[in-house]
């Protein structure tokens, strides 16, 4: 009996750690990492892959320590115990491992101190074996993280969590990158950031959605909660518009017209749109502007690097 309890509670770790964890939206910061890459590529015609597969354990450490973090403070305020079952959503909620069972709230956060912990040690390493440029652009990066729901400045609640995201999975994480692997810190690279920081914003606000009137409940003052769901959806599509912008100011800066490759999602962008505003209360039909928009971001990283990598 006492082996099966032990077996079944590992288990339940186990299964909670990897539903925190989240894998899929590793993608957030995998593209960032990937474009600067290639841009490094492009430049020097080699990169040591060595230290990529170092610095992507590092952010995905990251990932899943800002994951605990929001799901400690997300289930702490309530935001997530007030989500009903009929707006849980695979692209809200939170992580739902408190909620379900699978993990406490000691764990979440144990989860969240062992995780950020090796990731300040991944950085420090690289700041000291490699560029020292990467530990104050990583300390950056490991506040936004942290305080993105944690207090004193829970970012999240306080109108500041989409401008944190933009920043960070957009001119930050490819800065990192970039300075890594050259020892170069360039403005143009975080220019070039810009359009994910565009889309992965809208990515973030169109998943605020399903979780508005929680969101209130909970005293999330995010800005869909300021400004309300019908004016939001402007906001959702100029985000789109930022984006598609950057792309243009990108390929006449660099006369590499190649960047408006990601001009190939905008009909995907429109019919997200549509749909949003089409269905604001069939939350089941909404889901397609969600699902439409992690999609366009994906495929503009795609396009970005491989406009990089034919320029």
Not at 141 to 149: D, K, R, W
Request: charged residues 15%; proline residues 4%.
């Amino acid at each position: 009996m006492v082996v099966m309890n032990h077996i079944n509670r590992n288990g339940r770790l186990w299964s909670g750690f990897w539903q925190l964890a989240d894998p899929k939206i590793w993608i957030a910061s995998t593209v960032p990492m990937l474009i600067a890459t290639a841009l490094v590529y492009n430049k020097e015609k080699s990169v040591d892959w060595s230290w990529v597969l170092l610095a992507l354990a590092g952010i995905y450490l990251i990932e899943i320590g800002k994951n605990a973090v929001n799901e400690f403070v997300d289930y702490w305020t309530g935001v997530d115990r007030y989500v009903t079952a009929d707006k849980r959503t695979p692209f809200s909620g939170g992580k739902k491992t408190i909620v379900d069972g699978k993990l406490s709230m000691l764990e979440t956060a144990i989860i969240a101190i062992i995780t950020l912990a090796l990731a300040f040690f991944v950085g420090l390493y690289i700041a000291l074996a490699r560029e020292p440029n990467v530990f104050w652009i990583g300390m950056i990066g490991g506040i936004l993280a942290v305080f993105y729901s944690l207090p004193p400045f829970k970012f999240n609640y306080n109108g500041l969590g989409e401008i944190a995201v933009g920043l960070t999975f957009g001119p930050l994480i490819m800065s990192g990158m970039y300075v890594m692997l050259t020892g170069d810190l360039e403005l143009y690279v975080a220019f070039i950031g810009l359009p994910l920081a565009f889309l992965i914003t809208a990515v973030l606000w169109i998943n605020q959605y399903p979780d508005y009137e929680a969101d209130i409940k909970g005293g999330k003052r995010n800005w869909l909660v300021r400004i309300g769901k019908t004016k939001g959806l402007t906001i959702y599509a100029l985000l789109y518009a930022g984006a598609y912008i950057s792309l243009i100011a990108l390929a006449i800066t660099s006369s590499n017209y190649f960047w408006l490759l990601g001009f190939l999602t905008i009909p995907i962008a429109v019919q997200s749109v549509l749909i949003a505003s089409r269905n604001l209360n069939n939350l089941p039909q909404f889901l397609g502007a969600n699902a439409r928009t992690i999609v366009i971001y994906q495929l503009t990283g795609v396009a970005m690097i491989a406009a990089v990598l034919l320029a």
